[in-house]
């Protein structure tokens, strides 16, 4: 419990390490928002290829 503790400790004084820093605090938002938006990118992208695997299957039943 106590290396929980400890654990725990750390975490918020790095966190607090981050606030307290304007040029730490402005590259952890960049780093947010550059994670987002390759997310958000990352998800259309997969969601277009597996509709247009759909599409292609659906294509290839409809020949035969």
């Not at 750390?10 to 994670?35: K, S, W």
């Not at 259309?44 to 247009?52: G, T, Y």
Request: aromatic content about 10%; overall charge positive.
């Amino acid at each position: 419990m106590d290396e929980l503790k400890a654990q725990w400790d750390a975490i918020l004084a790095t966190h607090a390490a981050v606030i307290a820093d304007p040029a730490l605090t402005r590259y952890a938002v960049v780093v947010l928002v550059v994670g987002l938006l390759a997310g958000f990118i990352l998800g259309f992208a997969l969601r277009a290829f597996i509709s247009a695997r759909r599409r292609r299957a659906a294509r290839m039943r409809a020949r035969w």
